[in-house]
C-alpha cells in the first residue's frame, strides 16, 4: 500500500538536508545590479516605447514576456509549496533558500527589459497586475507529486530561458548574460528537486509512480493567468523556444530515464496502472510530435513556393 505523505516527508528529511547541502556547496552568488549597462537607460515620457527600439521575432517577445511574468509570480509558488513544508522540517528551509534566489530573477530581468526596451513596459506592467490579482500557480495535491512538478517546471523553465537568450540579438550581451545566470540558478533548483524525487522513489517508489504519472498527464508550463496566454505560448513554441518538442526531449524524457521509471520493481498494482499509464501518455505526445513536425515539413516547401 503507498505510504501516507506524512511518512514520505519524514523518510525524506535526510535526504532534503543532503541535497540542500549540496546546493549551499556550490554557491551561486550574483548581483542583479551589476549586470546592467545603467547609463544606457532613457526616460520612457520623453522617448515612449515603440517595437522599434529593441527588433526581435514576436517568439522571442513573448518568451520573455511570459517568462518574466511567471518570475513576478513568485509569491504563489512560495505558498504551494509551503503547503507542503511544515514547520521544523528541513524542506522549509529549502523553500526559503530557492524563494530569495527565484526573486532576483524577476527583478534583473526587469531591469534588464526596461534599460534595452524589449519589451513594452506598460503591456508587461498591465499583465503583471491581472496575472498577480489572481494568484494562480499549479497547487499539488501531495508532497509527492508536488516534487515531481517542480522538477519539470525547474527543467522547463531552465531550458525556456536557455533557449530565449540564444535568440536575442547577437550585440545584446547583457540580455545574453543575465538569462544565461537566471538559467543556471534554474538548473540547480532542478538537480535538486530531481534527485529528491529520485531519493522519493527509493524510499515510496509506487507512490511515486503515482505521484509521477498524474503530473506528467496534466503537465502545463506555468502562465495560465497571464493575459493571452495561449496566443504567447503558441509563438513561443513556433520560434522553437518551448513547446511539445522540448517538453518531450529535453524535460520528460532525460528525467524519466534518469528515474528508471520503466524497469522499476516491486510496484503495487495501482502503481503498475500508473505506470503504464505514464508510458502511453509519453507515446502519444511523442506521436503529437512527429505529426506536427510532419505537418510543418509539408508546410515550409509549399509557402517558399508562394514567396
Ligand atoms: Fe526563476
Ligand atoms: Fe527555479
Not at 530557492?98 to 506598460?122: F, K, L
Amino acid at each position: 500500500m503507498a505510504k501516507s505523505r506524512v511518512d514520505l516527508l519524514e523518510e525524506i528529511a535526510p535526504d532534503v538536508e543532503r541535497l540542500y547541502n549540496r546546493h549551499m556547496d556550490a554557491p551561486r552568488l550574483w548581483y542583479p545590479h551589476e549586470q546592467i549597462r545603467w547609463g544606457e537607460g532613457e526616460d520612457f515620457g520623453a522617448h515612449p516605447w515603440s517595437p522599434y527600439d529593441y527588433q526581435i521575432a514576436d517568439g522571442v517577445r513573448s518568451s520573455i514576456y511570459v517568462n518574466l511574468l511567471t518570475e513576478d509570480n513568485l509569491p504563489y509558488y512560495t505558498d504551494s509549496i509551503l503547503a507542503h513544508s511544515p514547520v521544523g522540517h528541513p524542506i522549509r528551509d529549502w523553500t526559503f533558500q530557492w524563494t530569495m534566489e527565484e526573486n532576483r530573477h524577476a527583478m534583473v530581468m526587469r531591469d534588464w527589459v526596461h534599460i534595452s526596451r524589449c519589451i513594452d513596459p506598460t503591456l508587461l506592467e498591465d499583465g503583471r497586475r491581472v496575472q498577480m490579482q489572481k494568484g494562480e500557480v499549479p497547487r499539488p495535491a501531495t508532497f509527492a507529486e508536488l516534487i515531481a512538478y517542480v522538477s519539470f517546471q525547474e527543467r522547463a523553465t531552465q531550458i525556456a530561458h536557455r533557449n530565449t537568450g540564444s535568440k536575442l540579438p547577437k550585440d545584446d550581451k547583457i540580455g545574453r548574460n543575465v538569462l544565461g545566470l537566471i538559467a543556471g540558478d534554474e538548473t540547480k533548483h532542478y538537480l535538486f528537486y530531481r534527485d529528491l524525487t529520485l531519493a522519493a522513489f527509493a524510499i515510496d517508489p509506487s507512490a511515486m509512480m503515482i505521484a509521477v504519472s498524474r503530473q506528467v498527464s496534466t503537465f502545463a508550463m506555468p502562465g495560465t493567468g497571464i493575459p493571452s496566454f495561449t496566443r504567447h505560448a503558441v509563438r513561443i513554441a513556433k520560434e522553437g523556444i518551448y513547446g511539445l518538442g522540448q517538453y518531450l526531449s529535453d524535460v520528460l524524457t532525460p528525467i524519466l530515464s534518469l528515474w528508471d521509471v520503466e524497469h522499476l520493481k516491486g510496484l503495487t498494482k495501482e502503481a503498475e496502472v500508473a505506470r503504464t499509464e505514464l508510458v502511453n501518455v509519453k507515446a502519444k505526445i511523442a506521436e503529437t510530435v512527429e505529426r506536427m513536425a510532419h505537418k510543418a515539413a509539408l508546410i515550409k516547401p509549399s509557402l517558399s513556393r508562394s514567396h
